[in-house]
């Protein structure tokens, strides 16, 4: 193999910095409307609406349209997943029905010959609002004499579960240390750059629907319009051009969108929407809400016993469609803990409802969460035991050999490699040197933190994940390669390509696979016209799924090839090969990859009878085991605290992560970095905010604080390269986890420097405030 | 995210400029760096658009007879990069290095900034540490205002609806006076959380803070301590400041921050003085 | 298409080398109009409210946010953007963003190209803390930011400046 594991840019990228992308926004149809939406302002209110005359009235609107309006072409839906049984999330519509249940819920859309006038017009129309009692505080939304977030709705809760396994009890009971803590996390969301965004067009006379949309996976979406729109599924054609970011963010059901595509439906002609940013940030899914009381055994020789956990997650107005938002509490308890071992653990889940948007799967999918409870918990009992917290570490952390893992909770974890990656990380910093910096910088009365974090990922979920669950997400992928009559390969895969790079790993695999190089093999995706069904792009999942596919459709095309090139060289397939774009033998090369496509293509009589030489071939990849494939890694984090004016500065981080085989390390890397600097985001600046009258308060970017360039720190990354045993390449997913183990690295270095003045946080993002008032030098 | 309906005229004389404002719902579009966001996001709806940045010489930089005057239109990044400036009111540039970033200086102007009164604004504290002279026309006339007489306390200021910024007059920096300006934000750029403006002269002060009081103004109390020489009582006198309140950023944190801000501020002049 | 009543004002300007004429709706931003009404897609709208930076171009030779100027406001105006930024510089940037991995999705890129090529016109030998400083305005979510101090500081040490 000599393009896997290269460090290529992504070819695609060289139209990008030339200006020359294509994404949802830069293409238009001819007579297009632009959609504009009227949504509640209130969290909870009951509305009539009562005039659209005066919108209607204005110059250059084209229709205004409300619930009734769309209801002959739109079906509402409902979440339900047999992974959250007996679940309560109410239906949902594209445009609401008599009842808000989030600031921000769309209840009436203008079409119009501008956005502007569209704006324009959705303040004109009449509506007669009833403010309802409305539940956003996370932590008052079970009280008993809480509003309930739907009327009618007997209880907030949606769903609980338990999670658990082992003697608990017992643990706790022969505990030589329980630590315990709780922490709060604020809800964060994902602000891609490019905002959530869709074109759709309806020919009534074909009954088709095409639609351009800025999304992560065009074949769950066509699927969930078919049903929704009453459209043959084959007759939906979705398309994701150039994707300005996903992260989870644009892999759901949102009724804008919706709204959107059955406005098309119903007038026959392309309507757009494209979610400015106030509306993004109101309308986007959030996510990670939760409010976790965790403990953690320790028995007398530092070994952790068990933990009992008690999580409570604010799910919004509705449980996500079609994934369900109580995938990230259930992520958040299975992964809190799962670098060690213990024997026992029990995890009470609370999914609660809220007069909020809901929550949704955002990248690395409940780990951070869990992540930062369980090294928060380390930490405190290493501390308790005045012990080096990487020694309480490297005693508890699985070891290589141990594996394969199963933990009480049944989760299963193969071929990680805890120790090498800690001793690497060791190595990396040089942990002598750093620490006697620390305690320079420390005597001059700096406030200086070191924190680590230890990390299991589940990634690139199986067919197990959501198929058994009744949730039609495709966790299959498919690679259709065709050798043109120039000699470049064209590909064209179910992935979909949203930044990560996939494209550009697949197309080393394919240019391995078959014998080219990576710049002859185009690949094309994000098309439900022109790609197989498959997954897309989520729980990173695009190298080892992906991957395994392009793989096997490379090695298709070539036992074709070679034995096309047998028939013509009049010699056995066996001693032909493939390289570097030609056809060659022991004695050199015979023929050109172009000369052999040009003869089929052209000048099939050359070739002898019955030879048909397939110079288009698909393959198909299920994996049929494992439901999720593990990696690991550890993150350390090296932060300053300004003790008097509160402002934590992170200065440097380091990341060792092992995701199997790297099928490109440059892509992988950028995948590292970007993930932390998404994860300092949410532990020290992102945060959605309401007031106490449930009012959103974090509506612009100037509210909502991302990560700038101006704050973060240089991310050393160093891999560790465990390939996955089940699969021909060996790679698992890579790009989530800088993001799952940030949070809990910046929380344990805040700590870290916090500890020095005997002050703890345990809130995120850490605010300025926050760490006054810890030091006391607030009230 | 699209503004509402306006009208929009570029005057080309300032004659004419004057004449528009008195129109009623009339708006002065200067850098636009903040009354765009205002329309884009419809908080700001004027009914006709005045935009000055063609008026001829409403930018210049000037020193004369031991006067500096900026002219309302200056860009940031104009001001910023000055050495005129630098060399008479070398406060500014420490201040304007903090405002934004390189994009909106190079529209955002200093009358632009004074006219809006933002409280966390880092200008209108310089103007006051400065002690600046604000010259304002309209169709009616000119009138020279003293800083501490234009701003009104949360965006608001002295000028009348008609009015127009059309300079600042800065006393050039006299000998012995030293200055710093120093503020923390989340994160750069931002708005600040708390800033000192501090113009330190031989027995003698002027202070004044940004995003710590609604309205702009000198601390009287803390000048008349750092001018008779106590700086602890300078640092003290700021506990109590009429701070804003809100959930993210209490009363007590920017009061705290404000006094740290002096108490560095102080220790800068000092380290610099002992420097040279 | 617009609505018949729609108040619009004509100006004249060069977008890219070209000279332009025409009527603009006089609520329309620049960006929205080089995307919309002229064509040039490279430019990006990210937040309409002046914080991210995705709508970067240059206006008589200066970087200047497209979603907080209005179009009508670019009448007598030389105006460049990413798909006409043809000076060394920003070929340069280009190039060294390609080769650095120093954008992912790509929707910041335009935008951060243009601010580094007038980070590095004024200062040919920034440090990275000077680099992460100018670029503090455009938000990028995917890359992390340290590719493009790498990108940017791999063209200074290129630039015939630095060499002198
Ligand atoms: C992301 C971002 C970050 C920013 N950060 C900061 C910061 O940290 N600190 C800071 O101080 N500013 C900051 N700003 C604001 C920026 O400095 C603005 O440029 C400034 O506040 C307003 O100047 P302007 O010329 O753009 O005014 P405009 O936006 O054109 O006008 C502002 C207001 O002043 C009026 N006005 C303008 N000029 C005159 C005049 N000559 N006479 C009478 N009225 C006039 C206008 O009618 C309007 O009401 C930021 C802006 C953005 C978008
Ligand atoms: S779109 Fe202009 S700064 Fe964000
Ligand atoms: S590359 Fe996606 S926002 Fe920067």
């Known amino acids: 193999m000599t393009h896997i594991g290269q460090p290529l840019p992504r070819a695609a990228t060289l139209r990008l910095v030339a200006g020359r992308g294509s994404y949802m926004d830069d293409v238009s149809a001819r007579g297009e409307l632009h959609a504009a939406f009227l949504r509640s302002p209130y969290p909870h209110a009951g509305f009539r609406i009562t005039g659209t005359a005066a919108a209607s009235a204005l110059p250059g609107v084209v229709a205004v349209l409300t619930e009734a309006d769309l209801a002959p072409v739109c079906q509402p839906w409902q979440t339900r997943t047999g992974s959250a049984p007996g679940m309560v999330s109410p239906t949902q519509r594209a445009l609401a029905k008599d009842e808000a249940c989030y600031q921000g819920e769309p209840i009436a859309m203008v079409l119009a010959l501008s956005r502007a006038v569209a704006e324009d017009a959705a303040e004109l129309i009449e509506v007669e609002w009833q403010e309802l009692p409305a539940i956003t505080n996370l932590a008052a939304a079970l009280d008993a004499d809480a509003p309930p977030a739907h009327q009618g709705l007997t209880s907030n809760l949606a769903w609980t579960t338990e999670m658990k396994g082992g003697d608990i009890d017992a643990a706790f009971a022969a505990a030589a240390l329980v630590v315990e803590d709780r922490l709060t996390f604020t809800r964060s969301t994902g602000v891609t750059l490019e905002p959530r965004g869709v074109l759709a067009q309806y020919n009534p006379a074909s009954q088709a629907l095409e639609v351009r949309i800025s999304h992560q996976m065009p074949h769950q979406l066509q699927r969930h319009l078919a049903d929704l729109l009453g459209v043959s599924l084959a007759r939906v054609r979705v398309i994701c051009p150039d994707v300005g970011g996903g992260f989870g963010l644009k892999m759901h059901v949102y009724p804008d969108e919706i709204a959107t595509c059955a406005a098309a439906r119903l007038l026959g002609r392309p309507v757009r929407f494209v979610a400015d940013r106030a509306e993004a940030l109101l309308s986007d899914i959030h996510a990670r809400e939760h409010i976790v009381d965790a403990r953690m055994a320790v028995d007398a020789g530092g070994r952790i016993l068990g933990f009992d956990v008690q999580d409570v997650q604010g799910l919004g107005a509705y449980s996500i469609f079609p994934r369900s938002s109580t995938t990230e509490g259930v992520s958040a308890l299975r992964s809190l803990g799962a670098p060690y071992r213990f024997s026992a653990y029990r995890g009470r889940l609370r999914s609660v409802l809220q007069n909020k948007v809901p929550t949704g799967q955002y990248r690395s999918v409940g780990h951070p969460v869990g992540i930062a409870v369980a090294e928060r918990l380390v930490d405190l009992a290493a501390a308790a035991r005045g012990e080096d917290p990487l020694e309480f570490r490297r005693r508890n952390l699985v070891a290589e050999a141990e594996m394969p893992w199963v933990n009480p909770l049944g989760a299963r974890m193969a071929e990680l490699s805890h120790q090498q990656c800690l001793a690497k990380l060791e190595a990396l910093l040089d942990l002598p040197t750093l620490r006697a910096e620390i305690a320079t910088l420390r005597a001059a009365g700096r406030c200086i933190g070191l924190g680590f974090a230890s990390i299991v990922e589940f990634t690139a979920t199986g067919p197990e994940g959501y198929g058994r669950a009744g949730v039609l997400v495709a966790a299959v992928d498919t690679v259709v390669l065709s050798l043109e009559p120039s000699g470049e390969v064209t590909a064209r895969a179910s992935i979909s390509e949203i930044g990560q790079g996939t494209t550009q790993g697949l197309a080393q695999v394919v240019a391995d696979a078959f014998g080219v190089a990576p710049d002859q093999v185009l690949m094309g995706s994000g098309d439900t016209a022109t790609t197989p069904h498959g997954g897309g792009a989520w729980a990173s999942r695009g190298a080892a799924i992906g991957g395994e596919a392009a793989w096997g459709a490379g090695r298709k095309l070539r036992a074709e090839v070679l034995a096309a090139a047998a028939a013509l060289l009049q010699c056995a397939p066996e001693t032909l090969d493939i390289s570097d774009g030609r056809i060659i033998d022991a004695s050199g090369p015979r023929m050109t990859l172009a000369e052999l496509a040009e003869t089929v293509t052209f000048r099939g009589y050359e070739l002898p009878a019955g030879v048909q030489p397939q110079l288009t071939v698909a393959h198909h990849y299920r994996r049929e085991q494992d439901t999720a494939l593990t990696t690991n890694g550890f993150q350390a984090s090296l932060v300053e605290i300004d003790a008097d004016t509160g402002i934590i500065t992170p200065l440097r981080h380091w990341v060792v992560g092992d995701c199997g085989r790297l099928l490109n390390p440059l892509l992988v890397e950028g995948q590292v970095r970007g993930g932390v600097v998404q994860g300092i985001g949410e532990a020290l600046f992102e945060a959605c905010r309401y007031d106490e009258t449930g009012q959103f308060l974090s509506g612009t970017l100037a509210d909502y604080l991302l990560p700038m360039a101006g704050e973060m720190p240089d991310i050393t990354v160093a891999h560790v390269e465990t390939p996955y045993s089940g699969s021909v390449l060996g790679a698992k997913g890579a790009g989530e986890a800088g993001t799952a183990g940030a949070p809990g690295a910046i929380l344990n270095a805040v700590n870290d420097a916090l500890a020095q003045h005997g002050a703890a946080v345990s809130e995120l993002p850490v605010t300025p405030g926050a760490i006054l008032r810890a030091l006391g030098r607030l009230p | ?276 | 298409m617009l609505p018949p009543d729609e108040p619009t004002a004509g100006i004249t300007c060069s977008v890219n080398g070209q000279d332009i004429r025409t009527q603009v709706p006089l609520r329309r931003s620049l960006v929205d109009w080089l995307r919309h009404d002229v064509g040039l897609t490279g430019s990006h709208v990210g937040c309409e409210h002046g914080v991210c930076g995705a709508c970067h171009v240059r206006v008589d030779g200066q970087v200047v946010r497209g979603c907080l100027m209005l179009a009508v406001q670019a009448d007598g105006a030389r105006i460049e953007t990413i798909e006409g930024a043809a000076d060394p510089l920003t070929l340069a940037l280009q190039d060294a963003f390609f080769r650095h991995a120093a954008l992912q999705c790509g929707f910041c890129t335009p935008g951060m190209i243009l601010q580094a090529a007038e980070l590095l016109a004024a200062n040919p030998t920034p440090s990275r803390a000077e680099v992460r400083e100018a670029l503090s305005g455009n938000y990028c979510r995917c890359t992390g930011y340290q590719p493009i101090v790498d990108a940017v500081m791999a063209v200074s040490a290129d630039m015939p400046a630095r060499q002198a």
């Not at chain 2, 900026?70 to 630098?86: D, F, T, Y």
Request: net charge neutral; aromatic share 4%.
């Open chain 2, 1 to 276: 995210m699209k503004p509402a309906r306006f009208d929009y005229a570029r005057p080309a004389t300032l004659a004419e400029a004057l004449a528009l404002l008195a129109q009623p719902e009339a708006a002065v579009l200067a850098g636009g760096q903040s009354l765009m966001p205002m329309m884009n996001l419809r908080v700001a709806r004027p009914a006709l658009l005045v935009d000055i940045n063609r008026l001829p010489g409403l930018g210049e930089i000037r020193l004369a007879g031991g006067v500096l005057r900026i002219g309302a239109l200056a860009r940031h990044a104009e001001v910023l990069a000055s050495p005129l400036v630098a060399q008479a009111a070398p406060l500014l540039p420490q201040a304007l290095a903090q405002v934004a970033h390189a994009a909106i200086r190079n529209r955002g102007t200093l009358g632009g900034s004074l006219s809006l009164a933002d409280p966390a604004a880092e200008l209108p504290a310089c103007m006051l540490a400065l002690d600046a002279t604000l010259v304002v026309a309209s169709a009616r006339g000119e009138r020279r205002i003293p800083a501490g007489a234009f701003f009104h306390g949360l965006y608001s200021t002295a000028l009348a609806a008609d009015e127009l910024l059309l300079a600042a007059e800065l006393p050039a920096a006299a000998p012995g006076w030293r200055f710093a300006f120093l503020e923390v934000a989340r994160r750069h750029g931002d708005f600040a959380m708390a800033g000192v403006a501090l113009a330190l002269g031989p027995n003698a002060a002027r202070l004044a803070l940004c995003g710590v009081e609604a309205g702009q103004r000198r601390q009287p109390a803390a000048e008349a301590a750092l001018a008779a020489g106590d700086p602890a009582a300078a640092i003290a006198a700021l506990a109590s400041t009429d701070a804003m309140d809100g959930p993210d950023l209490p009363a007590a944190q920017r009061r705290h921050l404000a006094q740290v801000l002096l108490r560095r501020a102080l220790a800068q002049l000092e380290a610099a003085d002992a420097a040279a």
